[in-house]
């Protein structure tokens, strides 16, 4: 496993990032992968190291690199409630600041620095995005069908809003296969929200699949917070493992 820290140029800076790959010359397919809120940390790192394992390149960019270089938050922010909710007070103008445009602009950025690494198939890769990385996975997708195959989030907010700007709005331009797994009682993605999501989907022939984890929090991914659900944190990893393997036929 080779995984190193590496600099993304982009229009607005420079995106720091985790590039691992599995031991070997490849070429490997290729994994996009959207970080929560909290930034590029240990667990981050540890999750992209399991995809590698099954014989992916991923890529894992600080997408919030307009606020710095992460380290994002602190190590008690993350378990403490309290410190949590104000890490995420603090980082909200920066996810606020993630528009559709500059998500689509930072994204052609991360794609071709992907593509120029050796060992990385010349292929359309998978996107795979937690929390707001979620609600930008999409976004991801939507702007570069021809270039991202298949996108799964998790715990993912504001999927579907009023906004002229609610990414439900374009799912049309999806032509690969979509995965979307809804944490339970989530006031960023309620029951109305993934309905409509859902027909958005549905009315744009998108194949996909859509489920509610039940009883799994916002968050449940993350072993390094306080909403970390084991149970439900597997329940991913099969679904994530299934669409990797469907999507990018390794």
């Known amino acids: 496993m080779q995984t190193t820290t590496v600099q993304i140029p982009t229009a607005d800076g420079t995106a720091d990032a985790y590039l691992v790959k599995p031991d070997g010359d490849g070429p490997f397919p290729g994994v996009l992968f959207f970080m929560d809120a909290f930034g590029l940390r240990p667990r981050i790192a540890e999750m992209a190291q399991r995809i590698a394992e099954r014989g992916y390149a991923v890529l894992a960019p600080n997408i919030l690199y307009r606020g710095g ?7 008690e922010e993350l378990t403490d409630e309290q410190k949590r909710g104000a890490a995420f007070g603090r980082l909200m103008p920066l996810i606020q600041g993630l528009t559709a445009d500059r ?3 930072d994204t052609g950025s991360y794609l071709d620095f992907f593509a ?4 990385v198939a010349d292929r359309p890769v998978l996107v795979v995005g937690y929390c707001m990385g979620g609600t930008n996975a999409l976004r991801a997708i939507e702007a570069y069908p021809d270039r991202i195959t298949a996108v799964a989030t998790f715990h993912a907010g504001r999927l579907a809003t009023d906004q002229p700007d609610s ?6 331009a999806i032509t690969g296969e979509a995965y979307f797994a809804h944490a339970d009682n989530d006031q960023s993605m309620n029951a109305d929200q993934i309905s409509t999501l859902e027909a958005a989907l549905d009315d744009a022939g998108v194949r996909y699949t859509s489920e509610v984890y039940t009883g799994a929090p916002h968050g449940f991914t993350m072993s390094d917070t306080a909403q970390y659900d084991r149970e439900a944190e597997q329940r991913h990893w099969v679904n994530l493992y299934a669409l990797l393997d469907r ?3 390794h």
């Not at 120029?116 to 060992?119: E, H, L, S, T, V």
């Open 69 to 75: 270089p992460s380290p994002l938050v602190e190590p």
């Open 103 to 105: 998500i689509a602009a």
């Open 116 to 119: 120029a690494q050796d060992g």
């Open 167 to 172: 990414p439900h709005l374009r799912v049309g």
């Open 247 to 249: 999507a990018l036929g």
